[in-house]
T-cell receptor
Framework: NAGVTQTPKFQVLKTGQSMTLQCAQDMNHNSMYWYRQDPGMGLRLIYYSASEGTTDKGEVPNGYNVSRLNKREFSLRLESAAPSQTSVYFC????????????FGQGTRLTVV | AQKITQTQPGMFVQEKEAVTLDCTYDTSDPSYGLFWYKQPSSGEMIFLIYQGSYDQQNATEGRYSLNFQKARKSANLVISASQLGDSAMYFCAMRAAGGTSYGKLTFGQGTILTVHP
């Protein structure tokens, strides 16, 4: 019973490097999300995909790109990492609609040096 | 635009007592859902309780209840009979049904709850 799986769990990048955070869910959910969590800032929405084939910006999209590869997978790419992107990243998924809770992955702790 | 506000950065409660964590929200959409999540020190996000905007009664799940006051746009979480294991960060979240915020799930800043023995 995997739920939402994020890879990797930890990553250290040098400034200017690129990387892709992977997220996959096996619950046949339509909606998927990427959040970042910084101390004292709560969870801030980076991008979301309400359904397969659509993506929308959240509160803090600058410096990130996303791809909804298929219904299961939603990846987050950092093209040129900056120290300000040091954070814990969470992927989540939910059924479409406003009444269903989101299920979260375990998070990726990213450090940019 | 939708917004969630949690004004209590930290709360303290004695074991076995009840505690209320505040949450206010703002949306122009008449259809929306409100959620509470718990994040223990291990980091995972645990869903606690849900309230729909059209629900007539306040939601309850075991020791958790949601005090929903629609006119005041508040959705406070009440934890009864606090336990040491309730010490965690608590997040309020909202998803609106339509408009430009369709599908968007927005979180508040969180409240750190500490339960004292």
């Amino acid at each position: 019973n995997a739920g939402v799986t994020q890879t990797p769990k930890f990553q250290v990048l040098k400034t200017g490097q690129s990387m892709t955070l992977q997220c996959a869910q096996d619950m046949n959910h339509n909606s998927m999300y990427w959040y970042r969590q910084d101390p004292g800032m709560g969870l801030r929405l980076i991008y979301y995909s309400a359904s397969e084939g659509t993506t929308d910006k959240g509160e803090v999209p600058n410096g990130y790109n996303v791809s909804r590869l298929n219904k299961r997978e939603f990846s987050l790419r950092l093209e040129s990492a900056a120290p300000s992107q040091t954070s814990v990243y969470f992927c989540a998924s939910s059924e479409t609609g406003w009444i269903t809770e989101a299920f979260f992955g375990q998070g990726t702790r990213l450090t940019v040096v | 635009a939708q917004k969630i506000t949690q004004t209590q950065p930290g709360m303290f409660v004695q074991e076995k007592e009840a505690v209320t964590l505040d949450c206010t929200y703002d949306t122009s959409d008449p259809s929306y859902g409100l959620f509470w999540y718990k994040q223990p020190s291990s980091g995972e996000m645990i869903f606690l309780i849900y309230q729909g905007s059209y629900d007539q009664q306040n939601a309850t799940e075991g020791r958790y209840s949601l005090n929903f006051q629609k006119a005041r746009k508040s959705a406070n979480l009440v934890i009864s009979a606090s336990q040491l294991g309730d010490s965690a960060m608590y997040f309020c979240a909202m998803r609106a049904a339509g408009g430009t915020s369709y599908g968007k799930l927005t979180f508040g800043q969180g409240t750190i709850l500490t339960v004292h023995p």
